[in-house]
């Protein structure tokens, strides 16, 4: 149907056809629908930050029920896919009294790189808390009551995606150079991060927003419903490699026997650490996270994109921090979970398959649609997917 419908405005016929094509898990289905149902609605328009801050005032009225003050409201920068604001919080916090926080308001465009349910972020960010790094939560508004679009409020943490001593760049965290002796101790702690995530019992914590599959390939191929979707959804010329990769791997979809939590957007870029002494200080960007095979997240973080070679030009830093060997066996001791590698390579080709979606379909829609305040960047971000896209094809000959 590429060449008939109009994406730019779909038709309520077509998003049917899509949610029976292509099934995925509930909330993933009804942020897709909501996204396509908007679409053909108006651009997305920067906001004064007068505007946002009036909105965050309505939005905290609402759920506090003491004074407050908000001081020093001001834009962040950093992040394809939202738009963050940091400001000053002064209010009764429970068990704690009288403080003053410093907060973000981390809230959608009109159309993101990412649609997600904010409500979801919520919640799997809440049920790290003490577990691995990340930031407090405090509220959410999940439909935009208050906002423009859909947002959470949530503390603010220090720290740097990389040394501030590197030129800045727009790398969004591709291709990461670290000196050698950062590291083995940032890559440890990223493994053992990873290792708590999936580890930790999704059965005891509120993750209403998440629905668990089946034992067995339900996981593969919930995941390969949600980003042919996408594709199908965003794409504006169809690539016959895309075709070719997801009958492969509908074909070969692996059995999955236990189930984790997955982040769904791990890897470097996505977490901060404090250069004083080189620790860890948040993961973020929870707002891929769902419930899948383990082995996703493993092949994700070692994607080529998202590391570095020594400069013998063989050996390849996972993150750039550690060789793919001592990357899986850190996080086999780490987890008590083993790692197979035919089910790594599986999920590399899959994972490989979705940023092509990413970069080359949803970065290219959101931009000609205008739903995005960043649609400069959208528009340079196209020129990554060509080399994913390359990547695709060498994967994809390794196990034809």
């Known amino acids: 149907m590429t060449d008939i419908v109009d994406k730019n405005r779909p038709s309520a016929e077509w998003i049917s056809h899509l949610r029976q094509k292509f099934p995925c898990e ?53 992040g394809a ?32 790189t990412a649609e997600a349910s904010r409500l979801r972020e919520f919640q799997i960010i809440k049920a790290f808390d003490g577990i691995v790094p990340v930031p407090e939560v405090y509220w959410v508004d999940e439909d935009g009551k ?66 668990a599959p089946a034992l067995g390939t339900q996981a593969a191929e919930w995941q390969l419903n949600w980003w042919e979707r996408i594709w199908e959804e965003d794409v504006n010329e169809d690539i016959p490699l895309m075709r070719l990769a997801m009958a492969w791997l509908r074909e070969h979809m692996p059995k999955t026997e236990h189930i ?21 200080s948040a993961i973020l960007d929870w707002e891929l996270g769902h419930l899948g095979d383990r082995h996703e997240d493993l092949a994700y973080a070692a994607m080529p994109i998202f590391g570095t070679h020594l400069d013998d030009g ?17 996080y086999e001791k780490a987890s008590g979970l083993s790692v197979d590698p035919a089910t790594l390579k599986y999920y590399t080709i899959l994972n490989t398959y979705k940023l092509v979606a990413i970069t080359l379909a949803t970065m290219y829609r959101i931009a000609v649609c205008g739903k995005t305040h960043h649609d400069v ?11 994913m896209v390359e990547l695709l094809r060498v994967k994809m000959e390794e196990v034809l």
């Open 377 to 387: 960047l959208m528009c340079w971000m196209l020129g990554v997917s060509y080399p």
């Open 26 to 78: 509930p909330t993933v289905d009804r942020i897709l629908v909501r996204k396509l149902q908007r679409r053909a609605g108006p651009p997305f328009k920067q906001l004064p930050l007068e505007t946002l801050v009036k909105a965050t005032q309505a939005f905290l009225e609402a759920q506090l029920k003491d004074a407050f003050e908000i001081a020093n409201p001001r834009w962040l920068t950093g």
């Open 81 to 112: 896919s939202k738009v963050h604001m940091a400001f000053e919080l002064t209010w009764n916090l429970a068990g704690v009294g009288r403080t003053t926080r410093s907060m973000v308001l981390r809230m959608e465009p009109a159309e993101s």
């Open 260 to 280: 984790s939590i997955l982040h769904g957007d791990y890897r470097t870029g996505n977490f901060l650490y404090t250069e004083q002494d080189n620790r860890i």
């Open 314 to 330: 063989k050996t390849f830093l996972v993150g750039g921090f550690l060789s793919a060997q001592e990357f899986y066996a850190a």
């Open 146 to 211: 208050y906002f423009p679009y859909p947002a959470i409020v949530c503390g603010f943490i220090k720290g740097v995606t990389k040394p501030t001593n590197l030129p800045a760049d727009l790398s969004a965290g591709l291709g990461p150079f670290f000196p050698p002796s950062l590291r083995p101790i940032l890559g440890t702690q990223l493994v053992d991060c990873l290792a708590k995530i999936h580890t930790r019992d999704w059965r005891t914590v509120d993750l209403s927003t998440m629905a």
